[in-house]
């Protein structure tokens, strides 16, 4: 036996030493009910999941991506600022990635969601919904993030269709509109700047009292963006196509457009459970190679990044070949 194919097995062997269940089968994971060994399990199967696997499996990892198929941009019916698939459907994405990922033999997927997590000396074992284990050498969490949406009549429902975070990914469709952005102080001064290209029919709504500086309100004047303080009540819409606002003292503002970045907490709270530190914006704080301050736990996309998906597709296939390279050359300078 030589040295490679004993490294292989000892480290197989020593896995099930303290592993319930049959961790050599390869069968497809769905068909099972024992705990079974992977290289990587991906929580999260969206964007940046799939893109992570796409690197992994190109490596002959064996990868097992755990998704529960509620991505952060489900509510947008488009999807842009990503060449070679700008406009198209978000779910198309993943679908045509999905479908390009499986074949290659060694990554499975399974629709399912994950509920716990434990490491046990160097390797992690995951729990899920339906009741299913598996043990893995990393762990990559591609999660993203869950938005809170404000208690504001109308906005949800207006969400990722005409109340808009980016303006890099929706701008342009909304482009010499009448727009508004719903914020205060530096976050709406910031984005006015951004948007002030895309449209001079701009107006900001803090929902409240203002607090910009004096600075930013005569910058502000100068580029004839109103401030309006007034309550917003509700938004009025037509099937998520906004059509104006409403507000407390009875007058209405029509728009096309809202900008806003309502407060998000982490979709997946279980790297925090992990002991995984978070940043004041409370996205994940990786290194860079995309792992956390956990060893052998991973993150990308949303959860830890800028949000969009030409982002999150990069972040992902960073992690994949970070966490390749990580399995390769712990196998291969094993002394």
């Known amino acids: ?6 490294i292989t097995q000892s480290g197989l062997i020593a896995s099930a030493a303290f592993l319930p269940g049959s961790l050599m089968s390869f069968t497809k994971w769905n068909e099972k009910e ?8 991906i929580v999260g199967g969206s964007y940046s999941g799939l893109s992570a696997a796409l690197a992994l499996g190109r490596s002959l990892r064996k990868v097992l991506i755990i998704d529960n198929k509620e991505p952060c941009n489900r509510f947008a019916p488009y999807s842009h ?8 459907v978000p779910s198309s994405i993943s679908e045509k990635s999905r479908k390009q990922i499986l074949k290659y033999e060694t990554v499975f997927y399974h629709h399912d969601t994950v509920l716990e997590t434990e490491k046990s000396k160097d390797l992690f074992i995951i ?8 043990t893995c050498n990393k762990l990559l969490f591609a999660t993203g993030l869950k938005d809170i949406m404000p208690d504001i009549q109308g906005f949800a429902e207006c969400w990722g269709v005409s109340v808009l975070h980016c303006p890099y990914c929706h701008g342009y469709e909304v482009r010499n509109e009448a727009t508004g952005i719903l ?3 530096n ?21 409240g009292k203002e607090e910009f500086t004096d600075e ?18 509700a938004l009025e819409h037509t099937e998520g196509k906004l059509k104006c606002l409403h507000m407390g003292n009875q007058t209405s503002f029509p728009l096309t457009a809202l900008y806003a970045r309502p407060a998000f907490e982490q979709h997946c709270k279980i790297p925090i459970q992990l002991g995984c530190k978070t940043n004041e914006q409370g996205l994940l704080i990786l290194d860079n190679s995309q792992q956390t301050n956990i060893s052998g736990v991973y993150a990308c996309g949303d959860n830890s990044a800028f949000r969009s998906v030409a982002v999150a597709v990069s972040t992902g296939s960073k992690a994949g070949a970070a966490i390749n390279a990580s399995l390769a050359i712990e196998k291969f300078n094993f002394l």
């Open 1 to 6: 036996m030589n040295r490679r194919k004993f």
């Open 34 to 41: 024992d705990t079974e060994f992977f290289d990587v399990i």
């Open 81 to 88: 600022n990503f060449i070679t698939q700008d406009g198209e």
């Open 127 to 134: 729990r899920t919904k339906e009741g299913k284990k598996a």
């Open 183 to 185: 914020g205060n102080s």
């Open 187 to 207: 976050l709406a001064f910031h984005y006015a700047q951004l948007v002030s290209n895309l449209t001079d029919r701009l107006t900001i709504f803090t929902n």
């Open 216 to 233: 930013q309100k005569k910058i502000l004047q100068y580029n004839d963006i109103q401030i309006v303080e007034e309550k917003i009540t």
